[in-house]
Nanobody, 121 residues
C-alpha cells in the first residue's frame, strides 16, 4: 500500500513563513509527479503547485512568487516553502503523488490526509 505522510502545518501570522513536507512510502515503482492542493472552508479543492520528476513545475497564479516547491527524489519527499503568507492562504493542504506501484501497473493518484494551515493575527 502507498502512504503519504505530511507535516509542517500550523498557525502563522500574516507575512510569515511555513514549510510543509510530504513523504511517500510503501509499494512504489516510480513517481511521475508530486504536488500540493488546498481546500478552504466553503470552497472547492484547488491546485497549489505540482512538480515532475525532472523538475518541471506548475504553480497556481495565487501563489506565484510566494510559494516554492522542491523535491528530494531519493527520499520520495516533496516540500512546500510558503512565504509572505496571507489570510486567504488558510486551508487544509493536501499532498498528492502520481505513483506507479510496479512495472505491471499504471500511474494513479494518491492523497495524504491533509494538514491545516491557518494564517491569522
Amino acid at each position: 500500500q502507498v502512504q503519504l505522510v505530511e507535516s509542517g502545518g500550523g498557525l502563522v501570522q500574516p507575512g510569515g513563513s511555513l514549510r510543509l513536507s510530504c513523504a511517500a512510502s510503501g509499494s512504489i515503482f516510480s513517481i511521475n509527479a508530486m504536488g500540493w492542493y488546498r481546500q478552504a472552508p466553503g470552497k472547492e479543492r484547488e491546485l497549489v503547485v505540482t512538480i515532475t520528476f525532472d523538475g518541471n513545475t506548475n504553480y497556481a497564479d495565487s501563489v506565484k512568487g510566494r510559494f516554492t516547491i522542491s523535491r528530494d527524489n531519493a527520499k520520495n519527499t516533496v516540500y512546500l516553502q510558503m512565504n509572505s503568507l496571507k489570510p486567504e492562504d488558510t486551508a487544509v493542504y493536501y499532498c498528492n503523488a502520481d505513483i506507479r506501484k510496479s512495472v505491471l501497473s499504471y500511474y494513479a493518484g494518491y492523497w495524504g490526509q491533509g494538514t491545516q494551515v491557518t494564517v491569522s493575527s
